[in-house]
């Protein structure tokens, strides 16, 4: 079974970029579609992003559409959030899962933007 690790959060300014990887071990990677997830304080975790096993086709959420994008290695067992633009109620912990989510969730990466 994969285990999900995310890192490449910090904090910075609204408008900035950020990127973040979620590296995974284990086999099979390349066979899964791979999704983005975020929770904001006080809420539930909700959906950002996914991309197919072959990174052929992404799909966002609208709140993030057209200034994310996800892209993989699956070479590297790796996939990438990429950011732009950020906005305050982009402040959330992200998270990355198999989607549909099958596995158990790794410890997330912290991304605040401040004004």
């Known amino acids: 079974q994969l285990q999900l690790v995310e890192s490449g959060g910090g904090m910075v300014q609204a408008g900035s970029s950020l990127r973040l990887s979620c590296a995974a071990s284990?086999?099979?990677?390349?066979?899964?579609?791979m999704g983005w997830f975020r929770q904001a304080p006080g809420k539930e975790r909700e959906f950002v992003g996914v991309?197919?096993?072959?990174?052929?086709?992404?799909y966002f959420a609208d709140s993030v559409k057209g200034r994310f994008t996800i892209s993989r290695d699956n070479a590297k067992n790796t996939v990438y959030l990429q950011m732009y633009n950020l906005r305050l109620e982009d402040t959330a912990v992200y998270y990355c899962?198999?989607?549909?989510?099958?596995?158990?969730w790794g410890q997330g990466t912290q991304v605040t933007v401040s004004s």
């Open positions: 284990g086999r099979a990677f390349s066979s899964y579609t």
């Open positions: 899962n198999t989607a549909p989510v099958t596995l158990q």
């Open positions: 991309i197919a096993w072959s990174g052929g086709a992404t």
